[in-house]
């Protein structure tokens, strides 16, 4: 379907006057009639005007998830309403590298916590072996 307001190089939103106006300058026949047969009739434009949303929509529904037309696609006439694919990552990918990030992040630290408490208790044996050694060394008079 062809966008008649990007054809006819106005608005969704301009009134009646500027639309005769772009309808009077046009030089394509066909196109002519075609828009005026879609915009000249109020309920016609209403539900032109509708159409055109949801097709919009559609077409940048289609870019943002990516999909294009296939290589062979090569007609004009009916790609008013399709955009160029969104380059950027969709946010399910970047969700999926911040969790991970975080998921390994969170096992770098259960790692380095399991080390610090074997750390901890050696330093805790000795500890405890020094407070209970020097008096037992004393009583027995090594010291």
Sequence with gaps: MRDLY????VSPVADQPTL????????????????????GI??????????????GDIG????????THAPHW????????????DTAPPRVETLDRRVAAAVSFFDRWC???????????FAMGA???????????AWLGFL
């Design 74 to 85: 090569q007609i004009e006439a009916a790609n008013d309403f399709s955009m160029p694919a």
């Design 42 to 55: 109020a309920s016609h434009r209403a539900r032109y005007d509708e159409v055109h949303r949801t097709l």
């Design 127 to 137: 500890g405890v072996g020094l407070a209970l050694g020097l008096p037992l060394l």
């Design 111 to 121: 790692s380095a916590q399991g080390v610090w408490l074997l750390v901890t208790v």
């Design 20 to 39: 005769d106006s772009a309808l009077s300058r046009c030089p394509n026949s066909a196109l002519r009639r075609d828009a005026e047969a879609a915009l």
């Design 6 to 9: 990007q054809r006819l190089a």
């Design 60 to 67: 940048r529904l289609r870019a943002g998830l990516g999909l």
